[in-house]
């Protein structure tokens, strides 16, 4: 066999080597991003910063607790979070369905991937005019919208993975008369789930994305509404606790990702330093 | 249970009620890579209880034999008879980096984990079970490997360079190692029919290692085997018994006095 040997040794040094690289430490990096908010509200006191441009930090913060004390800005939330993980799940089945499919089987992948590989030349943002012929300006071509956005990083990413699944270790696997189910469920599917869930993390980002862009059509709440409301009434401080909380949503579905990937991929983190 | 067959590879796979004495017959196997041909009618026996090494420059085909008894090559045709079961180890331990390595050791097998874990004290692994393959040196994990293969009870163990990545200490820990499994799983096998237990078959480029380990070394050449020959040296072995040997395989594998 003329494959190299898996040498793990070195990935072992490698990671101690990487260990070494020395943190930046917390308190230097925040120095920068302080002075400009500092900054930023001074232009605003001063009135060098009109407020129909952007509000300053301070009024912002005082409208982000009025609008969670009236109960606007959970409500919108609310909403919000709900197109986002319908969207996401049906968007996910679809997605890893449809990589299985086509990465377990030779027919499923003639038939699936071309097509698949196809539509996502298309920019679906510039389905919203069909998607609203088709389904109206309800949920539905919002939900649709996230639902196609999530699908397409985690289909082509989890059906990647399976295609490179290493062979010798499928081979080790049937010389230990794994069946075709256990090969897939001890073999494939855990080889493939890096990448799958490189895709859950890009897919979960697009389902952000897509849902800001379907709720500036005609929404009639969620936090797209909102931000829309506060336009009419050139509410900058609105407009901002709205796009603060579409990022800090972000963030708070991209962490739980990693949580995720921290719990499944415990084997591969074993040997590199916490 | 027999092992599963080259598609192509026309013989019969005989039942433990009808055991022989040998454990593997191989007649005239070919296997043609475009227009090279790699293995070209070969023939070869293997006993039951015996340790046999294959040598051949690279190239010659030793892997190509070696995964045609292991059933993974189904493009390779002539007569292949195993009676028994096959377990390999590869060059490259390749465990599942997401199973415990008693999970890996386990795989596949429906009986409890209490024989997996018995196979790696075996191993000398006993400590490392619940370990992660990735945290494991290149020598322990050939011997998880072996412990895998062995867990099977085969009748044929295949090993395929398993100690060529290793460093010069580590590989005579498991030379001993290896002899040691045969051994013992040889005794532990044999039953009422008299049937010896593990056979071994060794492939490697190093003349030194066969002559160490094998009761027969075979050398392979232009897809035969090209020079047989017994080693009744009594083990263990060191270099210095086996001198003229060492000199016959090397001139045979094309190695000139001058290059030595």
């Known amino acids: 066999m003329s494959s190299p040997a898996l040498d793990l040794g070195q990935a072992h040094r490698a990671a101690r080597r990487r260990a070494r690289v020395p943190r930046a430490p917390g308190l230097p990096r925040l120095i920068s991003p302080i002075v400009l908010v500092l900054l930023w509200q001074a232009a605003g006191s001063s009135g060098l910063l009109p407020e129909h441009l952007i509000a300053a930090p301070v009024k912002i913060a005082r409208t982000a607790v009025d609008l969670t004390e009236a109960g606007t800005l959970p409500d919108a939330i609310i909403v919000s979070l709900q197109r986002v993980a319908v969207g996401f799940l049906i968007g996910a089945v679809a997605g890893v369905a449809l990589a299985l499919a086509a990465g377990l089987s030779r027919l499923g992948e003639n038939a699936i991937d071309p097509p698949m590989q196809m539509l996502r030349a298309l920019p679906f943002y510039g389905l919203i005019p069909l998607f609203i012929l088709w389904f109206g300006i309800g949920e539905t071509p919002k939900i649709a919208l996230v639902a196609l956005g999530v699908a397409f990083p985690l289909y082509l990413n989890t059906y990647a993975g399976i295609r490179a699944v290493d062979g010798r270790l499928v081979e080790a696997g049937r010389v230990l008369r794994l069946g075709r189910t256990a090969l897939i469920r001890h073999v494939i599917l855990p080889a493939a789930l890096p990448q799958a869930l490189v895709g859950l993390r890009q897919s979960l980002g697009i389902a952000w994305l897509a849902l800001i862009v379907a709720e500036q059509v005609n929404a009639d709440a969620g936090l797209g509404w909102m931000i829309n409301d506060a336009r009419e009434f050139m509410r900058t401080d609105v407009i901002v606790v709205g796009l603060v909380v579409y990022s800090v949503l972000g963030l708070l579905t991209d962490a739980l990702v990693r949580l995720i990937e921290r719990r499944a991929l415990v084997w591969r983190q074993a040997f590199q330093p916490a | ?260």
């Open chain 2, 1 to 260: 249970m027999a092992a599963s067959l080259p598609t192509r590879v026309t013989g019969s796979v005989e039942t433990r009620a009808a055991a022989t004495a040998r454990v593997a017959s191989v007649r005239g196997l070919t296997r043609v890579f475009g227009d090279r041909t790699v293995i070209d009618g070969l023939d070869i026996d293997i006993e039951r209880g015996e340790f046999v090494a294959l040598l051949g420059r690279s190239g010659s085909g030793k892997s190509t034999l070696l995964r045609a008894l292991a059933g993974l090559d189904r493009d390779a045709t002539g007569n292949l008879t195993v009676d028994g079961t096959v377990a390999v180890a590869f060059q490259e331990p390749r465990l599942l980096p997401w199973k415990r390595v008693i999970d890996n050791v386990a795989l596949g097998l429906d009986r409890p984990r209490a024989e997996a874990r018995q196979a790696l004290e075996e191993v000398g692994l006993g400590g490392l079970a619940t370990a992660w393959p990735l945290t494991l040196s290149g020598g322990e994990a050939q011997r998880a490997s072996l412990a895998r293969a062995l867990v099977r009870e085969p009748d044929l163990l295949l090993l395929d360079e398993p100690f060529s990545a290793l460093d010069a200490l580590t590989r005579i820990t498991m030379h001993r190692l290896v002899l040691d499994l045969w051994t013992r799983h040889g005794r532990k096998e044999e039953d009422a029919a008299g049937r010896g237990g593990l056979s071994v078959l060794l492939v490697t480029h190093d003349v030194d290692e066969a002559l160490r380990l094998a009761d027969r070394v075979l050398v392979l050449g232009e897809g035969r085997i090209a020079y047989e020959t017994r080693v009744d040296a009594p083990r263990p072995r060191s270099a210095g018994d086996l001198i003229g040997l060492r000199t016959d395989l090397l001139e045979q594998l094309g190695v000139n006095e001058e290059d030595r």
